[in-house]
């Protein structure tokens, strides 16, 4: 059973940072993408950014270009987002996601499997 599980979320002032991570385990296929996603209340699912497991094929949205970075260990299956110069626009609950094959698309509905989600805060 694939399952995903986020930490790192929290509480920040607007300029700081957090690291999100996404523990995978239960991965049976050798080439998969793991994404990351946002929602705030009131507001649609957002693809933030994504990671091959081949490492060659990365993406983010615009929305967060420059202040975000994603890298993966995957000998550990696990992804993190490092995420800087935090806005109070950037408060929403963050998933991680999974699908198969390698890709630089987030749309949600093309990755199976998804985590619980973390709560990411940013005041003003």
């Known amino acids: 059973e694939v399952q995903l599980v986020e930490s790192g979320g929290g509480l920040v002032q607007a300029g700081g940072s957090l690291r999100l991570s996404c523990a995978a385990s239960?991965?049976?296929?050798?080439?998969?993408?793991i994404g990351w996603f946002r929602q705030a209340p009131g507001k649609e699912r957002e693809g933030v950014s994504c990671i091959s497991s081949s490492e060659d094929s990365t993406y983010y949205a615009d929305s967060v270009k420059g202040r975000f970075t994603i890298s993966g260990d995957f000998a550990k299956n696990t992804v993190y987002l490092q995420m800087s110069s935090l806005k109070p626009e950037d408060t929403a609950v963050y998933y991680c996601?999974?699908?198969?094959?390698?890709?630089?698309?987030?749309?949600?509905?093309?990755?199976?499997?998804w985590g619980q989600g973390t709560q990411v805060t940013v005041s003003s």
């Open positions: 239960g991965f049976t296929f050798d080439d998969y993408t």
């Open positions: 996601a999974a699908r198969t094959g390698s890709t630089t698309r987030v749309d949600a509905l093309e990755y199976h499997y």
